[in-house]
């Protein structure tokens, strides 16, 4: 069975920092295509970073424009975790984050394509 624990999300003043983190239950972060998604209350769950799994040809990844610049998506193979580094971080990023594994499908910024998911782990940025 799949399973994707978050965390590292917290209260942070904007143009701070912070770092997620997603752990696996299993070889899933270097065999599976792993995105971001961020959710508001009220509003559909959507797209925020993507990385192909280690098996692609090179190492892509993806980002939405509005965390384009500022976000970094990353794994360490080794402990089956991936990461979204967010910097420059903007009160419209508050959000709940979830991580989600799927098969290389290509459609990386759509959230059908992930069968698993994690809980989330909040993010609030204040002004």
């Known amino acids: 069975q799949v399973r994707l624990v978050e965390s590292g999300g917290g209260l942070v003043q904007a143009g701070g920092s912070l770092r997620l983190s997603c752990t696996a239950s299993?070889?899933?972060?270097?065999?599976?295509?792993m995105g971001w998604f961020r959710q508001t209350p009220g509003k559909e769950r959507e797209f925020v970073a993507a990385i192909t799994p280690i098996t692609s040809i090179g190492d892509r990844r993806y980002w939405a424009d509005s965390v384009k610049g500022r976000f970094t998506v990353s794994r360490n193979n080794a402990k089956d975790t991936l990461y979204l580094q967010m910097n420059s971080l903007k009160p419209e990023d508050s959000a709940v984050y979830y991580c989600?594994?799927?098969?290389?499908?290509?459609?990386?910024?759509?959230?059908?394509?992930?069968?698993?998911w994690g809980q989330g782990t909040q993010v609030t940025v204040s002004s």
């Open positions: 989600a594994a799927g098969d290389d499908s290509g459609k990386y910024y759509d959230r059908a394509e992930y069968p698993y």
């Open positions: 299993r070889r899933i972060v270097s065999n599976y295509a």
